[in-house]
């Protein structure tokens, strides 16, 4: 009699094991889901939020090229006196204040995006640098000229810059 009493015992508990085991196991997968459904939610308001920032960036990132583009920066930024170092530092120091002006765009663009704006920048001061050291070069006037016709006789690094930029954001759409 016993016995029975406690086989009838284990046969009414088995079922609601079982109805328990399946019931956690309904709470947990759906516990996983929402979780899962807010994290999507979250970035998702994060990306729309964040997608302005980052188109900001990359424009002020092309505006920055186009104003140190050799030819732009020759017109913006005229000679103050005959001396060639004079102007090459003038030069040297615009761009370097437009690129410090627009460091903080870094976080919103991709670090290759970065370091091909970087480069192109020192590319720039580069050619300047070369201009100004050649011979022929001896007085500002001169220094522009210089670096003009090496502008018409191959592209600027500003503008390589710039089609890998306009390359990078229409890959965000």
């Known amino acids: ?3 029975s009493r406690i086989i009838d015992l284990f046969l009414f508990a088995i079922p609601s094991l ?3 085991l399946i019931a956690y196991h309904f709470f947990k997968e759906h ?3 929402e979780d899962g459904r807010r994290r999507f939610l979250l970035k998702k308001d994060m990306q729309v939020n964040a997608m ?6 990359y424009e002020r990132m092309a505006l ?3 104003r140190v583009s050799p030819s732009k920066l020759l017109i913006r930024v005229s000679p103050t006196s005959s001396n060639k170092e004079d102007y090459e530092s003038l030069l040297i120091q615009s761009i370097e204040q437009e690129f410090e002006h627009n460091l903080s765009q870094q ?3 991709s670090d290759k ?3 091909i704006v970087t480069t192109a920048k020192n590319a720039t001061i580069q050619l300047i640098r070369k201009a100004s050291m050649l011979e022929k070069t001896d007085t500002a006037n001169k220094l522009r000229e210089v670096v003009l016709t090496e502008m018409m006789e191959r592209r600027s690094p500003s503008d390589a810059a710039l089609s890998f930029i306009k390359e990078e954001v229409s890959e965000l759409w």
């Open 18 to 20: 079982i109805v328990g």
């Open 113 to 115: 995006c970065w370091s």
């Open 1 to 3: 009699m016993e016995i």
């Open 31 to 33: 516990t996983k889901n």
């Open 52 to 57: 302005p920032l980052r188109l900001q960036a």
């Open 107 to 109: 976080i919103y663009i």
């Open 64 to 66: 920055f090229l186009e």
